[in-house]
């Protein structure tokens, strides 16, 4: 006789529909997981395209904004004036698939971190530059600074940057730091970014706040070159530093506003308009004051959906064609 097929129990045919239901759930997971990560992969290779392009434009901007320092700087030989408004405010510039925002400054009118130190011409060792130092003191006391704060600020400044292991009266060298329960050493080089003075003792977050924009770290230890052409009223307090007690902020804010509309042919007219003439301003160091410009800070805001870039850059017009020294990404405030 033909053997009948093996009937099977309600209980076999649940649990074969139970298997069937597991396996397509698990399969559903699956889809759903590699589906998620397809959109990822493809999200983060429209990011990172725009992103390549973002800096592009943001190397366009640079060409576009030097050349148009270029032609500024040109336009009057002997001196470095503004009269058409590049300096100091926001203005777009002209590219294709993005949206640029920039803004140029003269990056000498601050306080260079870098001159508090010099640098000997046989060994290369950074030593103290007291005149530095006491200009850097002034400074932070007309921003509301402390007294025995500035002192203890920046001395530990200018031994962070120094090239011995001796502190000075109010300052740190290695020894504080490897104290700290995660250690360090001393820069001791030249400042590249300011972001580094976070690092110092002594620079807590208000501090570094208010001193930041009043601060720079140019690529050499000179004194703060500072453009009397295209000082801002604002920036009084840069000039008045010059002379601690001497020149006060009153003064150099009439010098100032007293600035011809073509600008001072030489550093002796602005002297002469901070009250030169009488003696009366103290000793400014020679050759501080200038009436041309060297370096300029290019900061830009590049928009190329769905990225926002930020970035700074410090063009050195003194060589020809003008070139980057220096550039960081990023939001400043962050840094």
């Given at each position: 006789?033909?053997?009948?097929?093996?009937?099977?129990?309600?209980?076999?045919?649940?649990?074969?529909?139970?298997?069937?239901?597991?396996?397509?759930?698990?399969?559903?997971?699956?889809?759903?997981?590699?589906?998620?990560?397809?959109?990822?992969?493809?999200?983060?290779?429209?990011?990172?395209?725009?992103?390549?392009?973002?800096?592009?434009?943001?190397?366009?901007?640079?060409t576009l904004?030097?050349?148009?320092?270029?032609?500024l700087?040109?336009?009057?030989?002997?001196?470095?004036?503004?009269?058409?408004?590049?300096?100091?405010?926001?203005?777009?510039?002209?590219?294709?698939?993005?949206?640029?925002?920039?803004r140029?400054?003269?990056?000498?009118?601050?306080?260079?971190?870098?001159?508090?130190?010099?640098?000997?011409?046989?060994?290369?060792?950074?030593?103290?530059?007291?005149?530095?130092?006491?200009?850097?003191?002034?400074?932070?006391?007309?921003l509301?600074?402390?007294?025995?704060?500035?002192?203890?600020?920046?001395?530990?400044?200018?031994?962070?940057?120094?090239?011995?292991?001796?502190?000075l009266?109010?300052?740190?060298?290695?020894?504080?730091?490897?104290?700290?329960?995660?250690?360090?050493?001393?820069?001791?080089?030249?400042?590249v970014?300011?972001?580094?003075l976070?690092?110092?003792?002594?620079?807590?977050?208000?501090?570094?706040?208010?001193?930041?924009?009043?601060?720079?770290?140019?690529?050499?230890?000179?004194?703060?070159?500072?453009?009397?052409?295209?000082?801002?009223?604002?920036?009084?307090?840069?000039?008045?530093?010059?002379?601690?007690?001497?020149?006060?902020?009153?003064?150099?804010?009439?010098?100032?506003?007293?600035?011809?509309?073509?600008?001072?042919?030489?550093?002796?007219?602005?002297?002469?308009?901070?009250?030169?003439?009488?003696?009366?301003?103290?000793?400014?160091?020679?050759?501080?004051?200038?009436?041309?410009?060297?370096?300029?800070?290019?900061?830009?805001?590049?928009?190329?959906?769905?990225?926002?870039?930020?970035?700074?850059?410090?063009?050195?017009?003194?060589?020809?064609?003008?070139?980057?020294?220096?550039?960081?990404?990023?939001?400043?405030?962050?840094?």
């Amino acid at each position: 006789m033909p053997r009948l097929p093996l009937e099977r129990g309600p209980g076999e045919r649940g649990a074969a529909l139970l298997s069937v239901l597991l396996l397509v759930a698990m399969m559903a997971v699956i889809a759903a997981v590699m589906l998620e990560r397809l959109n990822l992969a493809t999200r983060l290779a429209v990011n990172a395209q725009a992103m390549t392009r973002a800096r592009l434009v943001a190397t366009s901007a640079e060409t576009l904004a030097m050349a148009r320092l270029k032609a500024l700087v040109d336009s009057s030989p002997d001196r470095t004036v503004d009269p058409a408004g590049l300096l100091g405010r926001s203005f777009p510039l002209p590219l294709a698939g993005a949206v640029v925002e920039a803004r140029i400054d003269d990056a000498g009118n601050c306080f260079n971190v870098n001159s508090l130190v010099q640098q000997d011409v046989v060994d290369g060792a950074l030593t103290l530059r007291p005149a530095a130092l006491a200009q850097l003191r002034a400074l932070m006391a007309m921003l509301g600074v402390e007294e025995n704060e500035g002192a203890r600020l920046s001395d530990a400044m200018a031994d962070w940057i120094d090239s011995d292991s001796l502190p000075l009266t109010n300052g740190a060298e290695d020894e504080t730091y490897r104290a700290l329960p995660v250690p360090y050493r001393t820069a001791g080089q030249l400042v590249v970014d300011l972001s580094e003075l976070r690092a110092v003792r002594g620079m807590t977050p208000v501090l570094y706040q208010r001193l930041r924009p009043w601060l720079c770290a140019l690529p050499a230890p000179d004194l703060s070159p500072i453009q009397v052409n295209t000082l801002r009223l604002e920036q009084a307090p840069l000039l008045s530093m010059l002379s601690p007690g001497a020149i006060t902020l009153a003064r150099a804010r009439a010098a100032i506003a007293a600035r011809p509309a073509g600008g001072w042919a030489s550093a002796a007219g602005a002297v002469r308009a901070l009250g030169g003439d009488t003696g009366g301003i103290g000793t400014i160091p020679p050759e501080q004051l200038k009436v041309r410009s060297r370096w300029f800070l290019l900061t830009q805001t590049v928009r190329v959906d769905p990225v926002e870039l930020e970035e700074q850059a410090l063009i050195d017009v003194g060589v020809s064609p003008p070139r980057i020294a220096f550039r960081s990404w990023g939001d400043v405030d962050s840094r």
